[in-house]
């Protein structure tokens, strides 16, 4: 099992994830996260590699959908009700793209489902549906 999550650690570190002009896994508020977020949701290395990779999962498992959740509660993006926090995503975006394109991501991904980490994963699918990879 350990050397499952470090496997999968790596994947997600160091797959040369960019959005924009930057890497995320550069930011320096990503450190520590991934790690965190792969041993609490229980995330399989096929599913990992597949957010690393910016596929598109069809029907994801709970564990998928709650590593998205933990991730963007990690990075302060959602709150622990699951409702996204939109003026921190918006800073947060404008730092992996456009201010303008940012603003209007936030709006278009504006979703909301049954629970925190139903809607993570909609709003992560929502950005990978407009080829921006966040993972």
Request: proline share 3%; hydrophobic share 40%.
């Amino acid at each position: 099992m350990a050397a499952r999550v470090l496997i999968t650690f790596a994947i997600l570190t160091f797959a040369g994830l960019t959005v924009g002009q930057q890497e995320l896994s550069d930011l320096p508020e990503v450190k520590g996260y991934k790690l965190h977020c792969i041993e609490s949701s229980g995330i399989t290395e096929s599913s990992a590699k597949k957010l690393s990779a910016g596929e598109t999962i069809k029907d994801p498992d709970q564990p998928t959908k709650c590593f998205v959740q933990c991730f963007f509660q990690k990075l302060r993006l959602m709150d622990e009700n699951g409702v996204v926090l939109k003026d921190k995503l918006e800073v947060f975006l404008t730092k992996l793209m456009d201010a303008d394109k940012a603003k209007d991501y936030v709006k278009q991904c504006d979703l909301r489902r049954t629970n925190p980490c139903d809607t993570a994963y909609a709003v992560y699918d929502c950005y990978l549906g407009k080829k921006a990879k966040l993972f």
